[in-house]
Nanobody, 129 residues
């Protein structure tokens, strides 16, 4: 059974840093497109960053230059390094995996939530001003 387990969330002051991890099991991790999504209070879930099997990446405009997504295939773990965090970054962060590449047949699935097959339960990130 596929499992995704997030960790590393917590409270941090504005301008600080946080590193999230997502441990995956039960899937051929290296072949999956994997991503981070987040959902703030009263907001819809939105894509944050995604990384493909060839290490190609895609970021939401709001986090570019501040966040870095990476993957360790040997450890089947996904990471999100969050720097210079802002109160607007406060949300529950979810990792997700798609059973295939981030792009296929000319279609881009980087931050399309419905294109991801598996989801973690989320980890809370709270940024204080």
């Amino acid at each position: 059974e596929v499992q995704l387990v997030e960790s590393g969330g917590g409270s941090v002051q504005s301008g600080g840093s946080l590193r999230l991890s997502c441990a995956a099991s039960g899937l051929t991790y290296s072949a999956y497109c994997v991503a981070w999504f987040r959902q703030a209070q009263g907001k819809e879930r939105e894509g944050v960053a995604a990384i493909d099997s060839d290490d190609s990446t895609n970021y939401a405009d709001s986090v570019k230059a501040r966040y870095t997504i990476s993957r360790d295939n040997a450890k089947t773990t996904l990471y999100l390094q969050m720097n210079s965090v802002k109160p607007e970054d406060s949300a529950i962060y979810y990792c997700a995996a798609r059973a295939g590449p981030c792009t296929y047949g000319g279609v881009r699935f980087w931050m399309v939530s419905r294109a991801y097959n598996h989801w973690g339960q989320g980890t809370q990130v709270t940024v204080s001003s």
